[in-house]
C-alpha cells in the first residue's frame, strides 16, 4: 500500500485502537486509504459476529468505524462497544 501503511487488523479491538490512535503520518495515510478505495476492511466484533463493518469517512474528515444498516446499503458509524440492552447481531 501507499508509503508502506500496512491494513490487516486481526480483529475488531484491534482496528478500534489504529481509528481512535490515528495521528498524524497514519491518520493522512489512512484517509488517503479511504479516499482511494472507499473504505478500509474491519473484522466483526465478538457481540456481533454476522454483522458487516466497514473503516469509512466519518464527520468532521475522520475515519470512523461503521456498520452497514438492515436496508444492506447505508452505512452508519458504529457502536465500538456492546449495546448491554440487545443481544448478539441486534
Known sequence: MANGFKWNPGDFNTTVQRVASAQNMLLREM??????????????????????????QGGEDR???????PDGMTWAKAAIVPRLDTGPGE
Open 31 to 56: 484517509k488517503n486509504m479511504i479516499r482511494t478505495f472507499g473504505s478500509l476492511t474491519c473484522p466483526s466484533p465478538p457481540w456481533d459476529p454476522q454483522g458487516a463493518y466497514r473503516v469509512g
Open 63 to 69: 475515519p470512523e468505524i461503521q456498520k452497514l444498516q
